[in-house]
């Protein structure tokens, strides 16, 4: 069993800047990957970055490509999703999940793919 643990989400104006953290625990085993996801109301929950745990390779959606980087610190099991630039689009409720399907380049797009999921934490962008 993988337990994961999310913080740092709030509140913040446009333009602004806030960092997410995600804590796994448990017997996570050594290749798999990260992600971060998102949901707002009324939407499917949809990917926002990855990243594999033993190579670091990242991949980000479209939408967030230059505003949004991911990061680990292997010591702490611990992954950051750094968020910049931030648009009232991005309000949402965010996710870190943890799966093993395409795991050494940063997993997959698909939700469906992750194994475990933390609560959640949420990001609203005021305009």
């Known amino acids: 069993q993988v337990y994961l643990v999310e913080s740092g989400g709030g509140l913040v104006q446009a333009g602004g800047s806030l960092r997410l953290s995600c804590t796994a625990s448990g017997r996570t085993f050594n290749n798999y990957a990260m992600g971060w996801f998102r949901q707002s109301p009324g939407k499917e929950r949809e990917f926002v970055s990855g990243?594999?745990?033993?190579?670091?390779?990242?991949n980000y959606a479209d939408s967030v490509k230059g505003r949004f980087t991911m990061s680990r610190d292997n010591a702490k099991t611990t992954v950051y999703l750094q968020m910049n630039s931030l648009k009232s689009e991005d309000t949402a409720d965010y996710y870190c999940?943890?799966?093993?399907?395409?795991?050494?380049?940063?997993?997959?797009?698909?939700?469906?793919?992750?194994?475990?999921w933390g609560q959640g934490t949420q990001v609203t962008v005021s305009s």
């Open positions: 990243i594999s745990w033993s190579s670091g390779s990242t």
């Open positions: 999940a943890l799966g093993y399907v395409l795991a050494r380049v940063g997993g997959s797009t698909s939700p469906s793919q992750y194994r475990y």
